[in-house]
Structure formats: structure tokens, C-alpha cells
């Protein structure tokens, strides 16, 4: 009995939180079509997220790139197949680990971030401050930063996968001494548009997800310094869960909409 109470309790806190967020989302909708545009912090949050971001996220698309392409090379020299870890890597980075890898170094580094200043503000009462002003905290907290990540998330996304890709083809060719021109061949015969289309789609869902989460957990701190630090571990931690879990559910609904590209007959 005591574990269908526990249950049933977490349940009700999950679908609460799931309100929650949905509420939050219906704010955003609505300064998004009716609210003021801060045009000041919508680029300030451009440097945050996307400029100051680069530096991660080219340092873990490259070395993805390059395991990945470790990996594939041992495994296809068993089978004679070596020219073909460039498509492995190109394939992979753009419908998988690209999008993936790029979303959960944001949800560490933006998220937490955001999640930690909205928090603070929010304890030490300045967004209360901002409503006695008249500034609705969701047009000057929220919605630039989402403008800010849809931006920002496709660029950095671009620039992890076409490291991740050169990575690759530096191991390939110069590590695996394997033919230049056999492996730019095969890259660009099995990689098209419908990959870019995933990758980019698979981006702006996880960098929705990253400020919608971060910017709920920053805007529901309470208790001061312990609540600003649990709601920053908390918007990292469901931002990344929220991030490996909705890529599956992507990945299914792709599969549906590019069932030949995806190799489905």
C-alpha cells in the first residue's frame, strides 16, 4: 500500500510539473505574439548562448567526431569497408550525436546559468520589482532567451557536426591512411538535405525544451541560496532527461516522415 501512495504522489507531482510548464509555455506564446520585444537582452542572450557557447561545443563535436571515426575504422577494417567511417561519422553526427551531444553541453552550460540568475533574481525579489515597474517578467526574463536559443542552437549544431566531420577525416586519412578522395566520395553520395532536416528539427526542439525547463526552475526558486542551487541541478538535470528522452520520440516521427531516407521501404 505504501508504495502505490508513493506512486500515485509522484505521479501527481509529475503531471503538476507537466501543468506547470505547460502554463508557462502558453506565457511565452502570448508575449511572443502580444508582448514587448527586448531587443537589448534578446542580443545580450545571442553573446550568452550562442557566442560564448562555441568553444565547448567545437571541442565535443571534434572529439566525437574523431572516436566515432576510431571506432568505425577498426571495426570495418575486419570486413575491407574502411572508405566508409566518413559516412558513418557524417550520417551520425548530423541525425544523432550532433544535435544530441550540442543540446546536453547547453543544458549544462545555458541552462544551468539561466535557471541560477532568474533564481536569484526571483529570491531576492526582482522580478517582483519588475511587475511594480510594469515590465511583465516573461517579456524581459523568458522570451529573449528563447529567441536567443532558436538563433543561436542551428549554428552551433552546424559547427559541431562539420568539426565532428573534419575530426573524422583527419583520423581517416591521415591517422588510418585511408584515400582523401574514396571517403569525401562516399560522405557525400550517402548524406543529403534530410539529415541536415533532422539535425536542425532535433535542434530546435532541445533548445525549447532547454529555456522553457532552466527558465521554470529559476522562475519557481524559493528558500534563498539552497533554492536557487537546487533549482540550477534541477534545470540541468530534466533539461538533459528531457533532451534523451524527446530525441527518441524525434527520431520515431522522422523515420515516419523520411521513411526512405532513413532507409525504411
Not at 571506432?71 to 566508409?84: I, P
Given at each position: 500500500?505504501?508504495?502505490?501512495?508513493?506512486?500515485?504522489?509522484?505521479?501527481?507531482?509529475?503531471?503538476?510539473?507537466?501543468?506547470e510548464l505547460a502554463g508557462l509555455i502558453g506565457?511565452?506564446?502570448?508575449?511572443?505574439?502580444?508582448?514587448?520585444?527586448?531587443?537589448?537582452?534578446?542580443?545580450?542572450?545571442?553573446?550568452?548562448?550562442?557566442?560564448?557557447?562555441?568553444?565547448?561545443?567545437?571541442?565535443t563535436g571534434a572529439f566525437t567526431g574523431a572516436v566515432?571515426?576510431?571506432?568505425?575504422?577498426?571495426?570495418?577494417?575486419?570486413?575491407?569497408?574502411?572508405?566508409?567511417?566518413?559516412?558513418?561519422?557524417?550520417?551520425?553526427?548530423m541525425r544523432e550525436l550532433g544535435p544530441t551531444i550540442t543540446g546536453l553541453m547547453l543544458a549544462g552550460r545555458v541552462g544551468s546559468s539561466m535557471a541560477a540568475e532568474?533564481?536569484?533574481?526571483?529570491?531576492?525579489e526582482q522580478v517582483d520589482a519588475l511587475?511594480?515597474?510594469?515590465?511583465?517578467?516573461?517579456?524581459y526574463l523568458v522570451t529573449p532567451r528563447l529567441l536567443a536559443m532558436c538563433v543561436s542552437i542551428p549554428l552551433l549544431i552546424a559547427q559541431s557536426i562539420a568539426f565532428g566531420i573534419i575530426a573524422s577525416?583527419?583520423?581517416?586519412?591521415?591517422?588510418?591512411?585511408?584515400?582523401?578522395?574514396?571517403?569525401?566520395?562516399?560522405?557525400?553520395?550517402?548524406?543529403?538535405?534530410?539529415?541536415?532536416?533532422?539535425?536542425?528539427?532535433?535542434g530546435f526542439v532541445?533548445?525549447?525544451?532547454?529555456?522553457?525547463?532552466?527558465?521554470?526552475?529559476?522562475?519557481?526558486?524559493?528558500?534563498?541560496?539552497?533554492?536557487?542551487?537546487?533549482?540550477t541541478t534541477d534545470a540541468m538535470v530534466f533539461s538533459s532527461l528531457a533532451i534523451l528522452i524527446s530525441n527518441l520520440f524525434i527520431t520515431l516521427l522522422m523515420q515516419l516522415i523520411f521513411p526512405t531516407a532513413l532507409g525504411m521501404s
Open positions: 500500500m505504501v508504495y502505490f501512495r508513493l506512486l500515485g504522489r509522484l505521479a501527481l507531482r509529475f503531471f503538476l510539473y507537466l501543468g506565457q511565452i506564446s502570448e508575449s511572443l505574439l502580444r508582448g514587448k520585444k527586448r531587443w537589448r537582452q534578446f542580443f545580450e542572450q545571442i553573446v550568452e548562448i550562442g557566442y560564448r557557447s562555441q568553444i565547448v561545443v567545437i571541442i566515432l571515426a576510431t571506432q568505425a575504422l577498426y571495426q570495418f577494417s575486419m570486413v575491407d569497408m574502411e572508405t566508409m567511417g566518413g559516412v558513418i561519422v557524417s550520417v551520425g553526427m532568474i533564481g536569484t533574481m526571483k529570491v531576492t511587475r511594480s515597474m510594469a515590465v511583465h517578467p516573461i517579456d577525416y583527419a583520423i581517416g586519412v591521415h591517422l588510418f591512411q585511408q584515400p582523401g578522395a574514396y571517403w569525401n566520395f562516399n560522405v557525400e553520395r550517402f548524406t543529403d538535405g534530410t539529415d541536415i532536416a533532422i539535425a536542425m528539427t532535433k532541445f533548445g525549447l525544451l532547454i529555456v522553457v525547463i532552466s527558465c521554470h526552475q529559476g522562475l519557481r526558486a524559493r528558500n534563498g541560496a539552497v533554492g536557487v542551487g537546487r533549482g
